[in-house]
């Protein structure tokens, strides 16, 4: 079992940067493959990056790959997202997702994830 936090969200101006972490709790983060997730206003979820569990693999959705980078310090049971050159079309809330221990790929389905954070809101301004 894992429980979730995530934080970094806030108001940004188009063009701008923010950096989002998850914490994680309980079992050692690094028995997960973890990803982000977020929902817009009116959207269904979508996949917006995963890593794997040494952090040597990553996988982006094409809308922010170049864009946003996934990264995470197993030390420190966290996984970040660094976004830049926002766009008004990122705003969501995001949320991070850890996987079932067995899982050995990088899923991009929200249905492949097990444990979820609360989310937290990005709001990006024009």
């Known amino acids: 079992q894992v429980q979730l936090v995530e934080s970094g969200g806030g108001l940004v101006q188009a063009g701008g940067s923010l950096r989002l972490s998850c914490a994680a709790s309980g079992r050692t983060s690094s028995a997960y493959v973890m990803a982000w997730f977020r929902q817009g206003p009116g959207k269904e979820r979508e996949f917006v990056a995963a890593i794997s569990r040494s952090g040597g693999s990553t996988s982006y959705a094409d809308s922010v790959k170049g864009r946003f980078t996934i990264s995470r310090d197993n030390a420190k049971n966290t996984m970040y997202l660094q976004m830049s050159s926002l766009k008004p079309d990122d705003t969501a809330v995001y949320y991070c997702?850890?996987?079932?221990?067995?899982?050995?790929?990088?899923?991009?389905?929200?249905?492949?994830?097990?444990?979820w954070g609360q989310g937290t809101q990005v709001t990006v301004s024009s």
């Open positions: 997702a850890a996987s079932p221990p067995a899982v050995a790929r990088l899923p991009v389905r929200d249905y492949e994830y097990r444990y």
